[in-house]
């Protein structure tokens, strides 16, 4: 799919709820760069934060910021330590010399204990900090798990995809490329309802800021070509692209393919390199 | 009420945080909670609705934050945006969890994407513009309204919206979309790029 055809689904795709195909369209531009993508996304993320900004703002404890800079294995240095106001002194010499010893032996008490605890309370946090960040590196494989189900659900999707346009009742069947020494070749199926199934082998790596085109050459003279989506071939020259949708078939004359510019152009810029005209009559 | 001040910070300061974060400042991590710790707590707060929850849900937010930093451009300086979606969707996920069901919405992956709210303004998140959101969706008739914040806040589908309200789904995609219009009509400049 094109950016144009994209462009109403940014919002969507920034509050995660895009459909498909229109999601998996989405990243792919995003992948690859797709400048029109990034920006028209970009827009739409500013939306979703700042509906998330608006949530009604409420303080969270104390204990948090504290509990967050732990975590890292850090200090917060914010809290002031309490301090000792000396008061006028009213005991007696001797007592006073006794609570003093006291205090002595208790303050001796409590700093072995309190540097013996500060230590045990650091080491809790590194090892706070390291499950924290196992649990991170664990979160993000299954994020990644997921993602690659995702991606197979897509691709399993797309194939169901493609399995109708290619059975189902009134496709329009061409071929492409035939006879020729390595030339891109391949087939193109055509439902009215389902829409354009295109498969292709053979075709050339594209630079890395072209993309492949496809179109439908309407019939009659100076009729302009329909967008039909962008796609890439993989590393083997393969290439499976679907334009979902009706198509009508009477008023087709061919499958066209061209080489743009990353973001698709609305009309060719070239002249197609393949071409697949369509039979008069389904098969 | 809306407090005046959420996160209001110029872009070369926010620039200068970033560095210091991916630098391993312990210290710039606090004023990243200083400066968004309330803003990311209230929106999981909105979502989990369990202040114990909440936090530690922003306690993880931080701590990935403080692990991926790196993903972010500091020459673009802006770590609000993406700081929120980090806490959106551990939030969701969350909730998602414990109600033992599968999110049908697919969520945005604020990691794969992370350059792209690097580039966004640092000034995205101020409160005035944050003020004039909350008083479009408060301008929301309430069936869009409640399809925004089913989708921004529960992580509904379009699909277990319409279950949800007992709606067609072409209905749904219709509130969604007018929903999202109205609140760009209302915003106007504040979210233009």
């Known amino acids: 799919m094109n950016c144009d055809e994209l462009r109403d689904h940014y919002d969507l795709y920034a509050l995660g709820i895009a459909e498909e195909p229109e999601r998996t369209e989405i990243r792919a531009h995003l992948d690859r760069g797709c400048e029109v993508c990034m920006a028209g996304v970009r827009d739409s993320l500013r939306v979703a934060a700042l509906i998330g900004a608006s949530a009604e703002q409420t303080q969270p404890s104390a204990q948090l910021r504290r509990r967050i800079l732990a975590s890292i294995g850090a200090e917060d240095q914010t809290v002031a330590p309490s301090t000792v106001q000396p008061r006028p002194g009213w005991l007696p010499g001797w007592a006073a010399a006794l609570a003093l010893a006291a205090l002595a032996i208790i303050a001796v008490y409590f700093a072995v204990n309190s540097r013996q605890y500060a230590r045990e309370a650091a080491q809790l946090r590194r090892e706070a900090a390291q499950l924290r960040e196992q649990a991170t590196v664990l979160s993000e494989a299954g994020a990644r798990l997921r993602g690659q189900l995702r991606d197979q659900t897509a691709e399993v999707a797309r194939l169901t995809q493609a399995l109708a346009i290619i059975s189902g009742p009134r496709t329009a069947e061409a071929s492409f490329g035939g006879g020729q020494p390595r030339p891109p070749q391949g087939k193109v199926f055509v439902n009215p309802a389902r829409g354009v199934l295109f498969i292709a082998s053979n075709l050339p790596r594209t630079a890395a800021d072209r993309i492949y085109e496809m179109w439908l050459i309407p019939k009659g003279k100076g009729a302009k070509p329909i967008p039909a989506g962008l796609f890439q071939s993989q590393a083997n020259g393969n290439a499976l692209h679907i334009r979902p949708g009706t198509v009508d078939i009477a008023s087709t004359a061919a499958i066209a393919v061209t080489l743009e510019n990353r973001a698709g152009a609305a009309q060719p810029t070239s002249t197609p390199f393949i071409v697949a005209p369509l039979a008069a009559t389904p098969r | ?193």
């Open chain 2, 1 to 193: 009420m809306l407090p005046l001040v959420l996160a209001a910070y110029t872009a070369p300061e926010e620039r200068a945080l970033i560095t210091r974060l991916q630098q391993r400042d312990p210290q710039a991590l606090a004023e990243l909670y200083d400066r968004y710790g309330r803003l990311a707590y209230s929106l999981v707060l909105r979502i989990v609705r369990d202040s114990a929850i909440a936090e530690d849900l922003v306690q993880e937010t931080f701590l990935r934050v403080w692990n991926r930093v790196h993903s972010i451009d500091s020459d673009k300086g802006a770590i609000g945006s993406w700081l929120l979606a980090i806490a959106r969707n551990r939030a969701l996920d969350y909730l998602r969890s414990s109600a033992g069901r599968e999110r049908n919405a697919v969520k945005l992956d604020e990691t794969d994407h992370a350059p792209l709210y690097g580039q966004m303004e640092a000034e995205i998140l101020i409160s005035d513009q944050a003020r004039r959101v909350k008083a479009a969706m408060g301008k929301l008739a309430p069936n869009y309204r409640t399809v925004m914040e089913l989708a921004y806040f529960e992580g509904l589908s379009q699909s277990e919206m319409s279950a949800r309200l007992g709606q067609p789904l072409g209905t749904i995609k219709t509130w969604v979309r007018a929903a999202l219009q109205s609140l760009r009509d209302e915003l106007g400049a504040a979210v233009s790029p």
